[in-house]
């Protein structure tokens, strides 16, 4: 293989003017980036204030459940939501025990943020009692959760077992999940890819600029992210911005690794730093426009989607690749610039000094060159083989109680609850219909297996329902007025008690149950509640996994068809990455189900994992490839494809493992949906930088020579002897 021109130091002097453009330049990208950094940088620690982790921002936009949500106001006065106490002592409570729980309820009551509580209500056993503590929705719902723990911590008597769960339990679990987003989780990534940079580069100081670039790119995110939000444009949770943080260090890292590989080029043909700056950003700025391009079309498909948080992350992630490249393609080389050939200490590059070749890559090519349809062929195989784990993926949604990985009051509060009584007491299926037909609607949800008791809210009740059907009972206290139901726009709010816990799958069984009987009933009735949501949730990411996944692959093809300026090498590679990603999902499926031993998947997850794994499994190829193209253009395709090769092994397989170490740390926030994605994208990035971008994708193009390229004119150049 032939290598570039010899270096040749360059003659001449450049102008005053010249000379003072490249001293200005970069000194006005660093102070940008700087102010912006400074600026940026406080709202780490702000970008709580706009985020949310209650229900609304992870529902579908146009789900049933949905709608019955928002109008949850307008017939309860307003938008609470229910925690639930639950007491309970082995053998019986005593008078004592009752009294006891009684204070316990005046003062969880007084708390700023709570409306009237519910009063002790008794299992039919005599063993416990449940009590409904409803949370304004402006109130800070975890703080308000564990001032609730706190209380009946230290005033429920000795012996009694107790706990605050219910819909604001789960949600305040939730959001001590997240506590460590901001954190801990950008501690251990950050930790983790300055330790692989040190590896990769053995310098002090060369890390430290990659780093820097990518804080600086992160942080210029957030502040954008957080005047959106704070417009309302987009609404981001604790899920997005975990994902955020991962995705702006991975990529802006990644960037900033292809264009440190074409400065340390550049610096061995060049003798002035401005020189190599030019040549280093002509070889890199298509590839990382063409990568981060790439990821963003794919991560704008999410608006595609009915669900709230993948609406979301689309345009929020999209912005933050954006920020990786911008500081990719200007922080960086303004820093190096500025370093000059100091930033390699103590392995500086050298005017003249040759490439020296590696043995490892060297060795890949030889076996890709003597071997490539055995390499390709074997290769492929083993992909399927692992894919075949497929058929162990239940990525069909889990219970609520579920989703949070370690220890969870609010998920022993339930199964306390359900010991006791009904599963679904305090997270009833709401419905919601026509005011004439409401004792048709009562007696037909009551008429449904798995249905506990119906109540329809009530606001001259003291206790805001009122029992309801046509064989109701008289209501639980004394009355000295006719009870009427509250009625909005000519329709009621019917709440059904279920016999399940709300997240389980009985009770998702009955709730569809429910809804066929009411819609017997009236045509236009509507059921939600917190079962109803999740059954619409899943059902909608199962739509929009099935409707997305096509769109990013076509997308993908455009933009590498046009990369390329070829057909064939873009079909390739799509089919390459798609292997890859069936075997990863396959290879997870089997490892979250024997030896994490996970419940399951929510459906979303395949749908999250193939936006990734694709758009950022296609940068290492597009990295490959347009490389390959290069010097393909000079040496023919078979020779072009084992320089490419050589010259880009370290690079990309440092890009790999650095990106799969960034995602990993996701795996610290304890969160099922987190941990999974966590998962399945770091093996998923490893398996396409060894095996797929080093073995499967170069073997397949030398084996079909410069065809790869038709209709280009390169797949009508005069093939190179093979």
């Given at each position: 293989?032939?290598?570039h021109?010899?270096?040749?130091p360059e003659?001449?002097?450049p102008?005053?003017?010249?000379?003072?453009?490249?001293?200005v330049?970069p000194t006005?990208?660093?102070?940008?980036w700087?102010?912006a950094?400074?600026?940026?940088?406080p709202?780490?620690?702000?970008?709580?204030?706009?985020?949310?982790n209650?229900?609304?921002?992870y529902?579908?936009?146009?789900?049933d459940a949905?709608?019955?949500?928002?109008?949850v106001p307008?017939?309860?006065?307003?938008d609470?939501?229910?925690?639930i106490?639950?007491?309970?002592?082995?053998g019986?409570?005593?008078?004592?025990?009752?009294?006891?729980?009684?204070?316990v309820?005046?003062a969880?009551g007084?708390?700023?943020?709570?409306?009237?509580?519910s009063?002790?209500?008794?299992?039919?056993d005599?063993t416990?009692v449940?009590a409904i503590v409803?949370?304004?929705?402006?109130?800070?719902l975890?703080e308000?959760?564990?001032?609730?723990?706190e209380?009946?911590?230290?005033?429920?008597?000795?012996?009694?077992?107790?706990?605050?769960?219910?819909?604001?339990g789960?949600s305040?679990?939730?959001?001590a999940?997240?506590?460590?987003?901001d954190?801990?989780?950008?501690l251990v990534?950050?930790?983790?890819?300055f330790l692989i940079?040190?590896?990769?580069?053995r310098?002090?100081?060369l890390?430290?600029l990659?780093?820097?670039?990518?804080?600086?790119?992160?942080s210029a995110?957030?502040?954008a992210?957080w005047w959106?939000?704070?417009?309302?444009v987009?609404?981001?949770?604790?899920?997005v911005q975990?994902i955020?943080?991962?995705l702006?260090?991975?990529?802006?890292t990644?960037?900033?690794?292809?264009y440190?590989?074409?400065?340390?080029?550049a610096?061995?043909?060049?003798?002035?730093r401005w020189?190599a700056t030019?040549a280093?950003?002509?070889?890199?700025v298509?590839?990382i426009?063409?990568?981060?391009?790439?990821?963003?079309?794919?991560?704008?498909?999410?608006?595609f989607s009915d669900?709230?948080?993948?609406k979301?992350?689309?345009?929020?992630?999209?912005?933050?690749?954006g920020?990786?490249?911008?500081g990719a393609?200007?922080?960086?080389p303004?820093?190096?610039?500025?370093?000059?050939?100091a930033?390699?200490?103590p392995f500086?590059?050298?005017l003249g000094?040759?490439e020296?070749p590696s043995?490892?890559?060297?060795?890949?090519a030889?076996?890709?060159?003597r071997?490539a349809?055995v390499?390709?062929i074997v290769s492929?195989l083993?992909l399927l083989?692992?894919?075949l784990?497929?058929?162990?993926?239940?990525?069909?949604?889990?219970?609520?109680?579920?989703?949070?990985l370690?220890?969870?009051?609010?998920?022993?509060?339930?199964?306390?609850?359900?010991?006791?009584?009904p599963?679904?007491?305090?997270?009833?299926?709401v419905?919601v219909g026509?005011?004439?037909?409401?004792t048709?609607?009562?007696?037909?949800?009551l008429?449904?297996?798995?249905v506990?008791?119906?109540?329809a809210?009530s606001?001259?009740?003291p206790?805001?329902?009122?029992?309801v059907?046509t064989?109701?009972?008289?209501?639980p206290?004394?009355t000295?007025v006719?009870?009427?139901?509250?009625?909005?726009?000519?329709r009621v709010?019917v709440?059904?008690?279920l016999?399940d816990?709300?997240?389980?799958a009985g009770a998702?069984?009955s709730?569809?149950r429910?809804?066929?009987?009411?819609?017997?009933?009236?045509?236009?009735?509507?059921?939600?509640?917190?079962?109803?949501t999740?059954?619409?949730?899943?059902?909608?990411s199962?739509?929009?996994?099935?409707l997305?996944?096509?769109?990013?692959?076509?997308?993908?093809l455009?933009?590498?068809?046009l990369?390329?300026?070829?057909?064939?090498?873009p079909l390739?590679l799509?089919?390459s990455?798609?292997?890859?990603?069936?075997?990863?999902?396959?290879?997870?499926?089997?490892?979250?189900?024997?030896?994490?031993?996970?419940?399951?998947a929510?459906?979303?997850v395949?749908?999250?994992?193939?936006?990734?794994?694709?758009a950022l499994?296609?940068?290492?190829?597009?990295f490959l490839?347009?490389?390959?193209?290069?010097?393909?253009a000079?040496?023919?395709?078979?020779?072009?494809?084992l320089r490419?090769?050589?010259?880009?092994?370290?690079?990309i397989?440092?890009?790999?493992?650095v990106?799969a170490a960034?995602?990993a740390?996701?795996?610290?926030i304890?969160i099922?949906?987190?941990?999974?994605i966590?998962?399945?994208v770091?093996f998923?990035?490893?398996?396409?930088?060894?095996?797929?971008r080093?073995?499967?994708?170069?073997?397949?193009?030398y084996?079909?020579?410069r065809a790869?390229?038709?209709?280009s004119?390169?797949?009508?150049?005069e093939?190179?002897?093979?």
């Amino acid at each position: 293989m032939t290598a570039h021109p010899p270096a040749t130091p360059e003659t001449g002097r450049p102008g005053v003017g010249t000379r003072i453009l490249r001293v200005v330049l970069p000194t006005l990208l660093i102070l940008a980036w700087v102010a912006a950094g400074g600026i940026g940088g406080p709202y780490f620690g702000k970008i709580g204030e706009v985020s949310s982790n209650d229900q609304a921002s992870y529902l579908p936009a146009s789900a049933d459940a949905t709608r019955v949500s928002e109008l949850v106001p307008e017939f309860a006065g307003s938008d609470r939501i229910p925690a639930i106490l639950v007491f309970a002592r082995e053998g019986g409570l005593t008078a004592d025990d009752l009294t006891a729980i009684d204070e316990v309820l005046a003062a969880a009551g007084a708390v700023d943020g709570v409306g009237e509580t519910s009063p002790a209500i008794p299992s039919d056993d005599g063993t416990a009692v449940q009590a409904i503590v409803p949370i304004s929705s402006d109130a800070e719902l975890d703080e308000v959760v564990a001032e609730l723990r706190e209380i009946i911590e230290e005033k429920s008597p000795a012996g009694i077992v107790h706990a605050v769960t219910g819909p604001a339990g789960f949600s305040a679990d939730l959001v001590a999940a997240f506590a460590g987003i901001d954190g801990l989780l950008l501690l251990v990534a950050l930790g983790a890819v300055f330790l692989i940079l040190l590896v990769v580069y053995r310098s002090p100081l060369l890390p430290l600029l990659v780093l820097g670039t990518a804080v600086f790119s992160l942080s210029a995110a957030i502040l954008a992210v957080w005047w959106l939000a704070y417009a309302g444009v987009v609404q981001i949770n604790g899920q997005v911005q975990g994902i955020l943080f991962i995705l702006v260090i991975g990529a802006a890292t990644d960037y900033a690794l292809l264009y440190v590989s074409r400065y340390r080029e550049a610096l061995r043909r060049h003798a002035r730093r401005w020189d190599a700056t030019r040549a280093a950003l002509r070889g890199s700025v298509e590839p990382i426009l063409a990568s981060g391009g790439t990821v963003i079309a794919g991560l704008l498909c999410l608006l595609f989607s009915d669900l709230n948080s993948n609406k979301a992350l689309g345009p929020v992630g999209a912005l933050g690749i954006g920020f990786a490249m911008l500081g990719a393609l200007t922080l960086l080389p303004a820093l190096l610039l500025a370093c000059g050939r100091a930033a390699f200490w103590p392995f500086r590059p050298r005017l003249g000094d040759g490439e020296k070749p590696s043995r490892l890559w060297g060795a890949v090519a030889s076996l890709v060159s003597r071997r490539a349809r055995v390499v390709w062929i074997v290769s492929t195989l083993a992909l399927l083989v692992a894919a075949l784990g497929l058929t162990q993926l239940k990525a069909d949604g889990v219970a609520q109680s579920e989703l949070i990985l370690g220890p969870s009051q609010a998920r022993d509060g339930q199964a306390l609850l359900g010991e006791h009584f009904p599963g679904g007491s305090g997270s009833p299926a709401v419905i919601v219909g026509d005011e004439a037909s409401l004792t048709e609607l009562a007696d037909a949800a009551l008429a449904v297996d798995g249905v506990d008791s119906v109540v329809a809210l009530s606001e001259n009740s003291p206790t805001g329902t009122m029992p309801v059907g046509t064989n109701a009972p008289p209501p639980p206290f004394p009355t000295t007025v006719p009870l009427q139901p509250t009625v909005v726009d000519g329709r009621v709010m019917v709440q059904a008690t279920l016999s399940d816990a709300a997240d389980s799958a009985g009770a998702e069984e009955s709730v569809r149950r429910l809804r066929e009987a009411v819609a017997g009933v009236d045509p236009d009735a509507m059921v939600g509640g917190v079962t109803a949501t999740a059954i619409d949730t899943d059902a909608t990411s199962v739509h929009d996994r099935t409707l997305i996944i096509p769109i990013v692959l076509a997308v993908i093809l455009v933009i590498l068809m046009l990369l390329l300026r070829a057909v064939v090498a873009p079909l390739l590679l799509i089919g390459s990455v798609i292997l890859s990603f069936a075997a990863a999902l396959g290879v997870s499926a089997l490892v979250f189900d024997h030896l994490f031993g996970f419940p399951g998947a929510d459906p979303a997850v395949p749908l999250y994992a193939f936006v990734f794994l694709v758009a950022l499994g296609v940068d290492y190829n597009i990295f490959l490839m347009t490389r390959v193209r290069e010097e393909s253009a000079h040496l023919g395709t078979r020779p072009g494809i084992l320089r490419g090769l050589v010259v880009t092994g370290a690079v990309i397989t440092s890009a790999g493992v650095v990106l799969a170490a960034t995602f990993a740390a996701l795996g610290v926030i304890p969160i099922l949906f987190l941990a999974q994605i966590a998962f399945i994208v770091a093996f998923g990035v490893l398996l396409d930088t060894i095996l797929v971008r080093s073995l499967l994708v170069p073997a397949v193009a030398y084996d079909i020579g410069r065809a790869i390229w038709w209709p280009s004119p390169l797949a009508r150049a005069e093939q190179a002897p093979r």
